[in-house]
């Protein structure tokens, strides 16, 4: 992932002699220009740019995207100047979150809660594997919410203790998160089983999963770039 930043004027180009629209952006690029092209990037004498200035503004606020970033740098610019509008050429596959934080709600805290009350007792009565699945299968009925919604939401909460423990811990999207849970049971043993209706089951008990996420583009297959390809022959003994 590239984010090119560019504050500078479009509008003259010295001895180049030259305009540019835009420039070309490969995937997962995002450029956020200063101004608009033939535009300018006003200043203020001895101190920052108006763009850098509401660049400044709005960095820190947390769980903040870059689309959403430069979207309010936008709007922080014209509706103090109303002239300068700094547009962005978004080529990111997925989004993108700044100053991440861990939250959880109070139905995460409940979910978390109801697994480690129970979580020792069903793994000395099932084994650990077993007693892993059923006591989130449990939690997920109980609550009334999928199978997958209840990892999720343990996670959160596990994470975020740890995290303000100093354990610096992985932060995986919702999506990715759950996919990867999904794939771990569709993949592992048999004991996760889906029928032609698209019911599941755990060891023949019916279950709810819970929406399953697409793959996301981060995690699809990577494809030669265009006109890169490079043709090999050789031959095997």
Not at 8 to 18: L, M, P, T, Y
Not at 19 to 42: C, D, H, L, P, R
Not at 207 to 234: A, D, N, T, V, Y
């Amino acid at each position: 992932m590239l984010i090119l930043i560019l504050d500078a004027c479009r509008s003259d180009f010295g001895i180049s002699k030259g305009y540019y629209s835009e420039m070309a952006s490969s995937e997962n690029v995002y450029i956020a220009y200063g101004t608009m092209f033939q535009g300018k990037s006003t200043g203020i004498k001895d101190g920052l740019s108006w763009f850098t200035e509401a660049f400044c503004d709005e960095i820190l606020t947390p769980i903040i995207d870059v689309d959403t970033l430069f979207t309010r740098v936008r709007q922080n610019i014209f509706t103090k100047h109303y002239t300068q509008i700094p547009p962005s050429v978004n080529a990111l596959l997925d989004k993108v979150v700044l100053h991440s934080e861990l939250n959880f709600t109070n139905t995460d805290k409940q979910v978390y809660d109801f697994i480690e009350k129970y979580g020792d007792e069903y793994t000395d009565k099932y084994g650990y594997f077993h007693g892993e699945d059923l006591v989130f299968i449990d939690a997920a009925q109980y609550y009334n919410i999928g199978l997958l919604d209840a990892i999720w939401m343990f996670q959160k909460v596990n994470n975020k203790i740890y995290k303000d423990k100093g354990v610096q811990i992985p932060e995986l999207s919702e999506t990715v998160a759950k996919l990867v849970s999904f794939l771990g049971f569709s993949r592992g043993d048999k004991c996760f089983t889906c029928d032609e209706s698209h019911t599941w089951y755990y060891n023949g008990r019916q279950i709810r999963m819970g929406e399953i996420p697409p793959l996301p583009p981060s995690m699809h297959q990577k494809l030669p770039e265009q006109e890169k390809e490079i043709q090999i022959e050789g031959s095997v003994t």
